[in-house]
């Protein structure tokens, strides 16, 4: 072989090689069908990416936090809605795959391919584990799974209802004689205000009752909603039902401590003007201030709630100062009688004293606490 043969060798042996490496890549590039598939699988492949790094990670992240808590059936719905979203465009993609016959294993189709099958793994094991949490969740909030639920339902209710409808009544007053449809009034304030201090002595009862069913039925309302949940909103409507009970019964407290003081006041007040102007005039007065005051110390002493400590200095007070009081009455009505003297008898008929035992009679049945010093007939017709 000369040198000229040589070249002619090596060049055919090179344009064969060439030849070769053309068809081969042309083998390998993908057909327009393939090529649109891919675009489109493509698409879905980054919408789903998108949904995945934007969820997952961030499930991931709580999980740790999420350990021993309660968690309701709501946390765990947008994550199993992306899962379902994600497994939709998935199932496109391979229904994509099948109908184009796409070699998944061509340089431009495999990133793709392995980037599906990579999130559809990972998803078969992140739904599993959403829809157990999911369903102990549901479980939690289901109230069959709460024994008793209802009855504390229905009580926290009653209590409720009980709490609204307390009545500790304003003013308290004494009973008044021959004032029927008043004291009747009195009297059924009296019934309302001994339902409302035997409600106040159960109330520690009922609070360790509203604690305990609060610490058992915890998981329902938290699993159920938190504060939106049906059996919290009645237990807070119920304790706020209690609340208003208690400033109630604080505010009754304050008005019988002012009842009594000004009343207290008022009686010594009057005694000390009809002293200085030699006038018993007051004295029915006065007895109906002591009276007011009495029965609002009576009241208060009923009242279960108030402190023995702050009632006793009232208790003293009206001790020492009613009978200080009274004893300023006598004195002075001994007083003015002393200075008082009684007209002469005028009327000298045989029936005299007959008609003084009448009228004697007769002002004892009006005025029966009333006392007659003297009847004198101080005409004679």
């Known amino acids: 072989m000369n040198h000229h043969a040589a070249v002619i060798g090596f060049s055919c042996s090179a344009i064969t090689l060439l030849t070769s490496a053309e068809t081969a890549l042309a083998q390998d590039r993908l057909n327009y069908p393939q090529q649109q598939a891919l675009r489109r699988i493509q698409g879905r492949y980054n919408d789903i990416k998108r949904t995945f790094e934007k969820s997952h990670p961030k499930y991931v992240s709580e999980k740790p936090q999420l350990k021993g808590m309660i968690v309701p059936p709501s946390y765990y719905a947008p994550y199993l809605a992306s899962i379902a979203d994600m497994r939709k465009k998935i199932a496109q993609i391979d229904d994509d795959f099948k109908s184009t016959s796409l070699p998944t294993g061509h340089p431009e189709v495999k990133p793709t391919f392995d980037g ?114 049906p059996f919290y909103r009645q237990y807070a409507s119920t304790a706020n039902a209690l609340k208003s009970f208690f400033g109630r019964a604080d505010k009754f407290a304050v ?98 004293e007959e008609l003084r035992s009448k009228m004697k009679a007769e002002w004892k049945r009006v005025y029966p606490d009333e006392k007659i010093l003297a009847i004198r007939f101080h005409s004679s017709g």
């Open 116 to 229: 599906v099958q990579s999130i559809r793994s990972t998803l078969d094991t992140w739904e599993k584990e959403m829809k157990a949490a999911k369903a102990a969740s549901d479980n939690m909030a289901d109230p069959k799974s709460y024994p008793g639920l209802e009855e504390a339902f229905s009580r926290l209710k009653e209590l409720e209802k009980s709490f609204q409808d307390a009545n500790f009544g304003g003013r308290v007053e004494p009973l008044k004689q021959g004032n029927k449809f008043q004291n009747n009034k009195f009297q059924e304030a009296a019934e309302s205000r001994k339902k409302a201090f035997a409600l106040f002595m159960e109330v520690g009862k009922i609070q360790a009752w509203l604690k305990e069913a609060f610490k058992k039925y915890r998981p329902y309302i938290i699993a159920s909603g938190g504060k939106a949940s």
């Open 255 to 352: 008005s019988l401590t002012g009842q009594f003081t000004s009343n207290m006041k008022s009686a010594s007040d009057r005694l000390a003007n009809a002293v200085k102007h030699n006038s018993d005039s007051s004295r029915r007065s006065i007895e109906n201030h002591l009276s007011h005051a009495k029965v609002a110390l009576d009241v208060l002493a009923a009242f279960p709630g108030y402190p023995p400590a702050k009632l006793k200095p009232y208790q003293d007070q009206y001790a020492s100062e009613s009978k200080s009081i009274m004893a300023g009455l006598d004195d002075l009505e001994e007083k003015i009688i002393a200075e008082t003297r009684a007209p002469a008898e005028v009327y000298e008929k045989s029936d005299r």
